[in-house]
């Protein structure tokens, strides 16, 4: 049983051009980077996300040293319904041909993608849920 819903999983199917990673700093800051590549494996609930040259970013060092991420994908469908999920939990630097920062769901947050659920949607998935 997967830890998104039937709309997440839609949603994460759909191609949307961007998103955004955010990791913390070794003193403790925020650093959020726009991606443009992703992916899910639906077996594991796992998020890749992908990049040129991902293993020399600071994102990269964050994640190694924290093992902590999230990310944001969202849209605006007009005329004005934003739309969104935003995934937090424990993250892995997977190093090799096709490097990647992947996370695995602890917190889901969505909003948007199911009308008959309310405006926003958030739930601890991850072991400790």
């Known amino acids: 049983m997967s830890a998104f819903t039937e709309a997440e999983l839609s949603y994460l199917r759909d191609i949307h051009p961007m998103a955004r990673l955010a990791t913390v700093g070794p003193d403790g ?18 998020i890749d996300t992908l990049g040129r040259e991902l293993s020399t970013t600071k994102k990269w060092r964050d994640v190694q040293r924290s093992g902590r991420a999230a990310l944001v994908i969202d849209d605006v469908l007009p005329p004005f319904s934003p739309r969104g999920i935003e995934v937090r939990g424990r993250a892995e630097v997977v190093d090799g041909p096709e490097p990647a920062i992947r ?16 405006m926003r949607n958030a739930r601890d998935v991850g072991p400790s849920a």
């Not at 800051?29 to 796992?46: K, N, Q, S």
């Not at 996370?103 to 993608?113: C, K, S, T, Y």
Request: proline residues 9%; glycine residues 6%.
């Open 29 to 46: 800051t925020p650093h959020v980077m726009p991606i443009g590549m992703y992916r899910l494996d639906e077996e594991t609930d796992a």
């Open 103 to 118: 996370i695995h769901p602890e917190r889901i947050v969505a909003w948007g993608l199911d009308e008959s659920e309310s």
